[in-house]
């Protein structure tokens, strides 16, 4: 195995930005669904010293105080956070909230409304992943978005880890010649989550299963990797053996068979993607199934070849160096790429990265404008899954 310092050498230069906080103007933030992820953007925004929560919304009376409540022992004051909002728009209505930021928590079938009253409201946004359901829901997402002028970030947070960039670094530098063919993906042997209930497996809540939840990340590891060339067409392919089989073991070792029947979602997806510049990606994710892992995401191309290995995409990392295949002088060789250890939670690295391009009106660090194929494939697989055979991605002008 070769370890050629050259070789390594031409992936260095990107460096880790910051940018200095002035915490003398306190930025006002609500927070839009008080669930599970919506812990996660709290505790970061408290680490934040420019950040003052003001507000939180739930659907579920009495969700958004309880929320804020368990903090009061770690001394947050609950009386200066309003949570009496029957839902996001009568937090959004709220004018004595002077809101400067919402995060975006709800569950899949409700982001696209609660993200475009937001910009509607000249509010800046962080959307919780995936962007939304649709295709058509992204499209209106990304009008609002324009009409709005502020800032929309999508939650991916494991763009913001080193090893998931350096995945880039060695695409751009061009080391791999064209890129012609990818194969991503990811899975967990029983993995259909429901830890707060329903709202992950349901239609009318996720409108997308595996997809949503984990397929996306698989996705923008390597999209955002190769620039997001813009989906031409989708042979795509869902299905629910795991979830909608009250014998599936996460269910009988939970006690919880009674959710097969409420089981509306995809579990498991593939797709055969034509991406511009004639790339095709091969892509496969399950939230449960009978083996390890699906594989390892591969990027072909015309002077080298990449290996990363399985990873679980969602939390954002790998355990293993990459690889990379070339010919050196009529050799063959394999350079591994050693591992970074990241330093900091990725999670409050995406809220940072969204407090700072808000204040200082810096470009959405994770933007609509390349999430929306994202979403498109999405769509697409969910369409061709439907109709069964290939179709086109057509997305309309924003
Ligand atoms: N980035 C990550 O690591 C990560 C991890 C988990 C979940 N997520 C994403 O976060 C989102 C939420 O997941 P969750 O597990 O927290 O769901 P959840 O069901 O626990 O919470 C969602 C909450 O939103 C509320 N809600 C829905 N519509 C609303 C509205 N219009 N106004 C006010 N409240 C509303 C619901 O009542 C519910 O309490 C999902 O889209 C999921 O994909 C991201």
New binding site residues.
């Given amino acids: 195995m070769a370890n050629d310092a050259a070789i390594l050498d031409e992936f260095k230069s990107v460096k880790a930005e910051g940018v200095a906080v002035d915490a003398s103007k306190k930025v006002r933030v609500g927070i ?7 812990d ?1 953007h709290r505790r970061a925004y408290l680490k934040q010293p420019d950040v003052e929560i003001v507000a939180g ?4 009376p009495g ?1 958004a105080e309880a929320f804020f409540k368990k903090y009061e022992k770690d001394g947050l004051d609950c009386s200066k956070i309003k949570t009496h909002y029957a ?2 728009k009568e937090m959004l209505e709220d004018k004595s909230l002077a809101l400067d930021c919402v995060s975006v ?4 079938r ?2 696209a ?2 993200t475009i009253d937001a910009l509607n409201a000249g509010v800046h946004v962080l959307l ?3 962007m939304c359901v649709t295709i058509e829901e992204a499209v209106e997402i990304c009008r609002a978005e324009k009409a709005s002028g502020k800032v929309l970030s999508i ?1 991916f ?1 494991p763009r913001f880890d080193e090893n998931m960039q350096m995945i880039g670094k060695i695409c751009r530098s061009g080391v791999l010649g064209q890129i012609y063919y990818i194969q991503t993906g990811g899975g967990r042997r029983q993995g259909i989550p429901f830890p ?2 329903t ?2 497996i349901e239609d009318q ?1 996720a409108g997308l299963g595996a997809l ?2 984990i397929g996306c990340y698989s996705l923008d590891c390597v999209l955002n990797a190769i620039g997001y060339p813009k989906p031409l067409t989708v042979s795509g392919y869902k299905s629910a053996f795991f979830g909608q089989n009250p014998e599936y073991a996460g269910y009988v070792n939970s006690g919880h068979t009674d959710y097969a029947a409420k089981f509306s979602v995809d579990d498991f997806a593939a797709a055969f993607v034509r991406l511009e510049g004639g790339i095709v990606l091969d892509f496969r994710i399950a939230w449960a199934m009978h083996l390890d892992s699906p594989g390892e995401t591969i990027i072909m191309g015309t002077k080298g070849s990449l290996r990363v290995p399985a990873t679980e995409c ?1 939390n954002g990392t790998f355990d293993k160096p990459m690889k990379l295949y070339q010919n050196v002088g009529g050799q063959d060789v394999c350079t591994e790429i050693p591992l970074v250890r990241s330093s900091g939670s990725l999670f409050d690295k995406k809220i940072r990265t969204f407090l700072d391009a808000s204040k200082l009106g810096l470009p959405a660090p994770v933007p609509s404008s390349q999430i929306i194929y994202n979403q498109a494939i999405l769509d697409g697989i969910a369409r061709s899954a439907m109709a069964g055979k290939e179709v086109e991605i057509e997305i309309p002008e924003i």
Avoid: M, R, S
């Avoid at 919304?57 to 579920?60: C, P, Q, S, V």
């Avoid at 928590?105 to 899949?108: A, Q, R």
């Fill in positions: 839009i669904g008080t669930g599970w992820i919506a996660a919304a739930d659907l579920i969700k839902d996001h928590c709800t569950y899949n409700t982001h409304v609660c919780e992943k995936p939650g947070q707060y209930g709202t992950f809540t949503g939840d969602w």
